[in-house]
């Protein structure tokens, strides 16, 4: 029998700059630990992202989101030019060591503007990986089946 392995990814929009700090990014981590195990996967590495907005590219994909007018714009509005998420980017690179990321929630993961490339980037990549989200608020979120997509486009719609 195949083991399944993940990464957990725990994110936070503001407060503690240093993750290891941040009381909102531990209690993701447990959480996320906890569900793991109770699914039996074998975690991988985790990674902790303070002070990072779910809107950002990952590092390592500079290029399309220099691309992304509707990204570009909100950058230059809310003064995040040349911020981009190491752990996700870190995790993108990794994507063949798991078939899991786990988060506690879809917005931990992504967070994206509204006509932004970051939503399409990041399921094209999940998809082509085979890799599925679980998280506490959703289950597993698989991107290959529409009815995922839709809902997480209304979620993303919805937090814009």
């Known amino acids: 029998m195949k083991e399944n392995k993940c990464f957990i990814l725990c994110r936070q929009s503001s407060g503690e700059s240093d993750p290891n700090e941040s009381?909102?990014?531990?209690?993701?981590?447990?959480?996320c630990l906890k569900l793991a195990s109770s699914?039996?996967?074998?975690?991988?590495?985790?990674f902790k992202e303070g002070d990072c907005s779910g809107r950002l590219f990952p590092a390592g994909y500079e290029f399309i989101a220099s691309q992304d007018i509707i990204y570009t714009s909100w950058c230059k509005e809310t003064k995040k030019s040349g911020q981009f998420r190491r752990g996700l980017g870190?995790?993108?690179?990794?994507?063949?060591e798991v078939e899991y990321i786990v988060c506690y929630d879809v917005t931990r993961f992504m967070r994206p503007?509204?006509?932004s490339f970051l939503a399409n980037l990041l399921i094209q990549l999940l998809q082509t990986n085979g890799v599925k989200?679980?998280?506490?608020?959703?289950s597993?979120?698989?991107f290959t089946k529409f009815?995922?997509?839709?809902?997480?486009?209304?979620?993303?719609?919805?937090?814009?």
């Open 140 to 142: 597993i979120v698989d």
């Open 113 to 115: 503007l509204n006509g």
């Open 23 to 31: 009381l909102s990014i531990n209690v993701q981590a447990e959480e």
């Open 39 to 46: 699914k039996g996967l074998s975690v991988v590495d985790v």
């Open 147 to 160: 009815q995922d997509q839709l809902i997480t486009s209304l979620v993303s719609q919805v937090n814009s």
């Open 90 to 96: 870190e995790i993108l690179k990794r994507l063949g």
């Open 133 to 138: 989200l679980l998280t506490l608020k959703e």
